[in-house]
T-cell receptor
Framework: ETGVTQTPRHLVMGMTNKKSLKCEQH?????MYWYKQSAKKPLELMFVYSLEERVENNSVPSRFSPECPNSSHLFLHLHTLQPEDSALYLC??????????????FGPGTRLTVT | GQNIDQPTEMTATEGAIVQINCTYQTSGFNGLFWYQQHAGEAPTFLSYNVLDGLEEKGRFSSFLSRSKGYSYLLLKELQMKDSASYLCAVRDSNYQLIWGAGTKLIIKP
């Protein structure tokens, strides 16, 4: 495997389900990101893990919970989601050195539909 | 607030040249990125500008004017495979990326 991989690629879940999205990067980077992409809207940064420090966007509802067990793996745990959470969820990674960060590499995304 | 503006959609002809503009108002500036995203796929990195001027990379070039808060992506010798969305993103003073909504480029034969 190379680059950034995400599973599953597609997910349909009910509002009472609990599911998790998985991301793995094979690039040796030290920062990982979760983004939400809705149609015709800018990419919305949800969470960042950088140099083992979690930085979160305060506007993200608590029904989204990230987990980063190591620098190569990132999870997004989902519970009691709403239909408006249906979107493409993208994972990305990058190398961070001091105050500098290089370009981000994205995974193919998980297309989530909440019914 | 922070804002990135780019046209929603553009149409161009195969073999022609197209310029996609991006204007930004952000709290600080630490570089501007352009990404390409084909439908149903991941965004892929195209270019990075941090100093004023033109960066050329094959058929693609990106220009930056920091004083005007303006950038453009220039695509030459358009090919059908260039049909995609093009995302502009600015890294602010906190080194966070602020993204535009993307420009959908349609190439016609």
């Amino acid at each position: 495997e190379t680059g950034v991989t995400q599973t599953p690629r597609h997910l349909v879940m009910g509002m009472t389900n609990k599911k998790s999205l998985k991301c793995e990067q094979h690039l040796g980077h030290n920062a990982m990101y979760w983004y939400k992409q809705s149609a015709k809207k800018p990419l919305e940064l949800m969470f960042v893990y950088s140099l083992e420090e979690r930085v979160e966007n305060n506007s993200v509802p608590s029904r989204f919970s990230p987990e980063c067990p190591n620098s190569s793996h990132l999870f997004l745990h989902l519970h009691t989601l709403q239909p408006e959470d249906s979107a493409l969820y993208l994972c990305a990674s990058s190398q961070v050195e001091g105050d500098s960060s290089y370009e981000q590499y994205f995974g193919p995304g998980t297309r989530l539909t909440v019914t | 607030g922070q804002n990135i503006d780019q046209p929603t959609e553009m149409t161009a002809t195969e073999g022609a040249i197209v310029q996609i503009n991006c204007t930004y108002q952000t709290s600080g500036f630490n570089g501007l990125f352009w990404y390409q995203q084909h439908a149903g796929e991941a965004p892929t990195f195209l270019s990075y500008n941090v100093l004023d001027g033109l960066e050329e990379k094959g058929r693609f070039s990106s220009f930056l004017s920091r004083s005007k808060g303006y950038s453009y992506l220039l695509l030459k010798e358009l090919q059908m495979k260039d049909s995609a969305s093009y995302l502009c993103a600015v890294r602010d003073s906190n080194y966070q990326l602020i993204w535009g909504a993307g420009t959908k480029l349609i190439i016609k034969p």
